[in-house]
């Protein structure tokens, strides 16, 4: 059986994909800093959350559902932001094969 896609209207958050891009800091590590990429529409939807302590600071850990129309290339090493949020993308894969949605699984960053 074939899963449901979810409807194009569902799609009404606008999100901004960002390619990362490494430079040499002279030191023999890099760089990372990313460059916007394309705007593309998808809805989210919010897995978990939990709060953990890390050098005796809480620390907030939100994981989302991230589904987008499908797009070739899109790996762990990207973004997504929406508005001033910012999300690391964790996994990324078309649920079903049919290259119609693409699912990121994502954290969100903290600034």
Known sequence: MKPKSLPIGARARPF??????????????????YKSGPQLWGAMEMLSGSERVRADRPE??????????????VTGAMRLTSGLRRFAIRAASD????????VCLVEEIKA
């Open 60 to 73: 907030q850990s939100l994981t989302h559902k991230i589904t987008l129309r499908y797009r070739d290339g």
């Open 95 to 102: 649920p079903d094969g049919s290259r119609r949605d693409l």
């Open 16 to 33: 901004v994909l960002e390619v990362p891009l490494e430079s040499p800091d002279g030191f023999g590590g890099v760089i990372r800093s």
